[in-house]
C-alpha cells in the first residue's frame, strides 16, 4: 500500500457490525459467568476469549452473509442472521488463535497473541512445566471452545445452511493445511499459491458466508451461482491484499510486526512470481523467506525483490482486475438494491484495505 491515509470503513461494513458485537458480548458474558460460579479459574479463559472476538476484528463475514441474507429477502433484524454472524467471528477467532500457534506469532492486532499471553503468565509465576507448552495447550483449548460456541449459535440453521456451514470448516482447514505444508517445504508454484488463497482464506471469507446467508433466507439453489461468481474473485482479491499487507502493511495498522509473513514462509502468490522471476542474486536474497531471525535490513531487500521482479505490481494489478470482475458479476444477482449497492460497497474496501 502506497496510501498513507487509512481507508475508511464502509457503511455496509459498520451497520452488520452493532448487533453482532452486542451478541457475542451477550454470550460470552452469560457463558463466563455461568462457569466462575462454578470455577474462579474460568474467568481467564473467557474473558480472554470475549476480549478477542469483541475487541477486534473487521467482521466482513457476517457482514457478507447479512447483505446476501436481506438481498435475498431476510429482515435485517432477524435474529437468525445476528446469530449466524456472532457464528462467524467465533469460528474467525478460533482459525486465528489456532493459526497464530502453528506459525508462532508473537503479536495479533497489537497485543500479545493468546499463546504468548500464557505463556507469560506461566513463566510469571513458576508454575510446573514448560511455558511455551501450557501456553499453546491453553490457545488451543480456547480455540476450540470459540468453535464449539459457533457450532451451537448455528445448531438451529436451515439444513442447507448448516452443510454449508460444515464444508467452509472443512474448506479452511484444508487451505491451513496446504499452507502449513507450503510453508515448511518452501517450495510454492503459482497454481499451489492461488489454491491455498482460493481454500483457506477467499471461500471462508466471502464466498462461503454469501452462501450460507442465501441459505438462511431459502434462496440458496437460485442464488448459489451468482453469488459463487462474486464471491471467488473477490475472496482471492481479499487474500491477495492480505499477502502485501503482510510484507508491505504498516504495522501500526495491521497490528503484526512488519515482516512476519516472510519469517513464516508464507506460500503466497507473490512469492512464487518474485520467484519465477528473479535474477540468481535475487534469488539469493528470496531464499532468506521462511528463516525465523529475519533482520529488518533482510525484510527490506526482500520487499525490493519483489518491486525490482513486478511481483507487487502484478498482485495489484490481479486485485483491481479480480475487484472489477466481482463487481460486474453482480448484474446477475437477483437481490434487492440495498444489497447489491453494499455489495458493492464492500467489494471496493476488501481490495483497498489498509489493515
Given at each position: 500500500?502506497?496510501?498513507?491515509?487509512?481507508?475508511?470503513?464502509?457503511?455496509?461494513?459498520?451497520?452488520?457490525?452493532?448487533?453482532?458485537?452486542?451478541?457475542?458480548?451477550?454470550?460470552?458474558?452469560s457463558?463466563?459467568?455461568?462457569?466462575?460460579?462454578?470455577?474462579?479459574?474460568?474467568?481467564?479463559?473467557?474473558?480472554?476469549?470475549?476480549?478477542?472476538?469483541?475487541?477486534g476484528?473487521?467482521?466482513?463475514?457476517?457482514?457478507?452473509?447479512?447483505?446476501?441474507?436481506?438481498?435475498?429477502?431476510?429482515?435485517?433484524?432477524?435474529?437468525?442472521?445476528?446469530d449466524?454472524?456472532?457464528a462467524?467471528?467465533?469460528?474467525?477467532?478460533?482459525?486465528?488463535?489456532?493459526?497464530?500457534?502453528?506459525?508462532?506469532?508473537?503479536?495479533?492486532?497489537?497485543?500479545?497473541?493468546v499463546?504468548?499471553?500464557?505463556?507469560?503468565e506461566?513463566?510469571?509465576?513458576?508454575?510446573?512445566?514448560?511455558?511455551?507448552?501450557?501456553g499453546?495447550g491453553?490457545a488451543?483449548l480456547?480455540?476450540?471452545?470459540?468453535?464449539?460456541?459457533?457450532?451451537?449459535?448455528?445448531?438451529?440453521?436451515?439444513?442447507?445452511?448448516?452443510?454449508?456451514?460444515?464444508e467452509?470448516?472443512?474448506?479452511?482447514?484444508?487451505?491451513?493445511?496446504?499452507?502449513?505444508?507450503?510453508?515448511?517445504?518452501?517450495?510454492v508454484?503459482?497454481?499451489?499459491?492461488?489454491?491455498?488463497?482460493?481454500?483457506?482464506?477467499?471461500?471462508?471469507?466471502?464466498?462461503?458466508?454469501?452462501?450460507?446467508?442465501?441459505?438462511?433466507?431459502?434462496?440458496?439453489?437460485?442464488?448459489e451461482?451468482?453469488?459463487?461468481?462474486?464471491?471467488?474473485?473477490?475472496g482471492?482479491?481479499?487474500?491477495?491484499?492480505?499477502d502485501?499487507?503482510?510484507?508491505?502493511?504498516?504495522?501500526?495498522r495491521?497490528?503484526?510486526p512488519?515482516?512476519?509473513?516472510?519469517?513464516?514462509?508464507?506460500?503466497?502468490p507473490m512469492?512464487?512470481?518474485?520467484?519465477a522471476?528473479a535474477?540468481?542474486?535475487?534469488?539469493?536474497?528470496?531464499?532468506?523467506?521462511?528463516?525465523?531471525?529475519l533482520?529488518?535490513?533482510?525484510?527490506?531487500?526482500?520487499?525490493?525483490?519483489?518491486?525490482?521482479?513486478?511481483?507487487?505490481?502484478?498482485?495489484?494489478?490481479?486485485?483491481?482486475?479480480?475487484?472489477?470482475?466481482?463487481?460486474?458479476?453482480?448484474?446477475?444477482?437477483e437481490?434487492?438494491t440495498?444489497?447489491?449497492?453494499?455489495?458493492?460497497?464492500?467489494a471496493?474496501?476488501?481490495?483497498?484495505r489498509?489493515?
Amino acid at each position: 500500500m502506497t496510501s498513507t491515509s487509512p481507508v475508511a470503513i464502509p457503511a455496509a461494513l459498520s451497520a452488520v457490525a452493532a448487533p453482532v458485537e452486542a451478541r457475542l458480548r451477550s454470550i460470552l458474558e452469560s457463558e463466563s459467568a455461568r462457569w466462575v460460579a462454578i470455577d474462579s479459574d474460568l474467568a481467564a479463559p473467557l474473558e480472554v476469549l470475549t476480549g478477542f472476538v469483541v475487541n477486534g476484528g473487521k467482521r466482513l463475514r457476517p457482514a457478507f452473509c447479512h447483505w446476501a441474507f436481506v438481498g435475498a429477502g431476510g429482515a435485517a433484524n432477524d435474529p437468525s442472521i445476528i446469530d449466524t454472524g456472532a457464528a462467524f467471528e467465533l469460528l474467525h477467532a478460533f482459525a486465528l488463535v489456532h493459526d497464530d500457534v502453528m506459525d508462532g506469532s508473537s503479536t495479533r492486532r497489537g497485543e500479545p497473541t493468546v499463546h504468548v499471553a500464557f505463556d507469560t503468565e506461566h513463566a510469571s509465576h513458576q508454575w510446573n512445566g514448560e511455558s511455551r507448552r501450557f501456553g499453546e495447550g491453553v490457545a488451543i483449548l480456547i480455540g476450540d471452545l470459540a468453535e464449539v460456541y459457533a457450532d451451537r449459535l448455528m445448531s438451529n440453521a436451515p439444513r442447507a445452511a448448516f452443510e454449508i456451514w460444515n464444508e467452509l470448516k472443512i474448506e479452511l482447514n484444508i487451505g491451513q493445511f496446504l499452507d502449513v505444508l507450503g510453508a515448511a517445504r518452501g517450495d510454492v508454484d503459482l497454481a499451489t499459491a492461488r489454491r491455498i488463497v482460493r481454500y483457506k482464506s477467499g471461500k471462508y471469507t466471502i464466498e462461503r458466508p454469501l452462501h450460507v446467508g442465501a441459505a438462511l433466507a431459502g434462496r440458496l439453489n437460485e442464488l448459489e451461482a451468482p453469488l459463487s461468481r462474486y464471491g471467488e474473485p473477490l475472496g482471492e482479491a481479499f487474500q491477495l491484499r492480505d499477502d502485501i499487507l503482510g510484507t508491505f502493511g504498516d504495522s501500526a495498522r495491521t497490528g503484526k510486526p512488519v515482516g512476519d509473513d516472510l519469517r513464516e514462509g508464507k506460500p503466497t502468490p507473490m512469492l512464487a512470481i518474485a520467484l519465477a522471476r528473479a535474477t540468481p542474486s535475487q534469488r539469493s536474497i528470496l531464499n532468506r523467506v521462511g528463516s525465523i531471525d529475519l533482520a529488518l535490513d533482510e525484510i527490506l531487500a526482500i520487499q525490493s525483490v519483489f518491486t525490482e521482479t513486478g511481483a507487487l505490481s502484478e498482485v495489484e494489478a490481479s486485485i483491481t482486475q479480480l475487484t472489477a470482475q466481482a463487481i460486474s458479476a453482480l448484474d446477475d444477482a437477483e437481490i434487492t438494491t440495498e444489497a447489491l449497492d453494499a455489495l458493492r460497497e464492500l467489494a471496493v474496501y476488501v481490495g483497498a484495505r489498509d489493515v
